[in-house]
Antibody
Framework: EVQLLESGGGLVQPGGSLRLSCAAS????????MSWVRQAPGKGLEWVSA????????YYADSVKGRFTISRDNSKKMLYLQMNSLRAEDTAVYHC?????????????WGQGTMVTVSS | QSVLTQPPSVSGAPGQRVTISCTGS?????????VHWYQHLPGTAPKLLIF???NRPSGVPDRFSGSKSGTSASLAITGLQAEDEADYYC???????????FGGGTKLTVL
C-alpha cells in the first residue's frame, strides 16, 4: 500500500522559515514526480510546487516562486519543501502527492497533510 | 478566485443523481488538457476519483462518472449515499500559468 506522511508543520512568525518533509512508502519513489498542494482555511486546493522523479526539474506556482524550494532524496524516499519569507497567506494545510509527472497526469496518492500557521 | 469554476454547493436525497460542473478556458480544459476529480473530507487525504476525464481508479464505485466537452467537464454521482457527503474538486493543467490548477471545490450535501 502506497503511503505518504507529511511532517514539519507548525507556527512561525511572518518572514520566518520552515521545512516540510514527506515520507513515502510502498512505491518506487524515483519513478514518480511529487507535488505539494495546500489548502488555506476555508479555501480550496492550490497546487504549490512539483519536482520530477530524478529531482532535476522543479516547478513553482507564482505565489511561492522565489520563496519556496522543493527537493527530494530518492535514496531515503523523502520529499521536502523549504519555505522562506513566509507570509500570513501561506497559512494552510500542506499535502504531498505523487503523479506521473506529465501535464496530463493526475495526483494519484495524497498524504493527510501538515498544518502551517504564519502569525505573530 | 480559482482558474476552474465550480458551483460552491450541490445537494440531493439518497438514491438521487447529482452533477458537478467544472468550467475552464482555452488555456486549460479547452486546449485539450485532461480533467481529474478528487473527493476530500476535511482533515483527511484527498482521494482521486476520476482521472483522464472519465476513468475510475480501481476501487472507485461505478456510481461516479466523468465527462468533458469543450471548455467544461462534469462529475456525475448516481445512487447518492450518505458517505458521498464531501468536498469535490476538479483539476487540470493551464499552459498560460505553466502549472496545475484546481476548481474552487463543491460541497455535496446528502439530504
Amino acid at each position: 500500500e502506497v503511503q505518504l506522511l507529511e511532517s514539519g508543520g507548525g507556527l512561525v512568525q511572518p518572514g520566518g522559515s520552515l521545512r516540510l518533509s514527506c515520507a513515502a512508502s510502498g512505491l518506487t519513489f524515483s519513478n514518480y514526480a511529487m507535488s505539494w498542494v495546500r489548502q488555506a482555511p476555508g479555501k480550496g486546493l492550490e497546487w504549490v510546487s512539483a519536482i520530477s522523479g530524478s529531482g532535476g526539474t522543479a516547478y513553482y506556482a507564482d505565489s511561492v516562486k522565489g520563496r519556496f524550494t522543493i527537493s527530494r532524496d530518492n535514496s531515503k524516499k523523502m520529499l521536502y519543501l523549504q519555505m522562506n519569507s513566509l507570509r500570513a497567506e501561506d497559512t494552510a494545510v500542506y499535502h504531498c502527492a505523487n503523479s506521473g509527472g506529465g501535464t496530463q497526469d493526475a495526483f494519484d496518492i495524497w498524504g493527510q497533510g501538515t498544518m502551517v500557521t504564519v502569525s505573530s | 478566485q480559482s482558474v476552474l469554476t465550480q458551483p460552491p454547493s450541490v445537494s440531493g436525497a439518497p438514491g438521487q443523481r447529482v452533477t458537478i460542473s467544472c468550467t475552464g478556458s482555452s488555456s486549460n480544459i479547452g486546449t485539450g488538457y485532461d480533467v481529474h476529480w478528487y473527493q476530500h473530507l476535511p482533515g483527511t487525504a484527498p482521494k482521486l476519483l476520476i482521472f483522464g476525464n472519465s476513468n475510475r481508479p480501481s476501487g472507485v464505485p461505478d456510481r461516479f462518472s466523468g465527462s468533458k466537452s469543450g471548455t467544461s467537464a462534469s462529475l456525475a454521482i448516481t445512487g447518492l449515499q450518505a458517505e458521498d457527503e464531501a468536498d469535490y474538486y476538479c483539476q487540470s493543467y493551464d499552459y498560460s500559468l505553466s502549472g496545475w490548477v484546481f476548481g474552487g471545490g463543491t460541497k455535496l450535501t446528502v439530504l
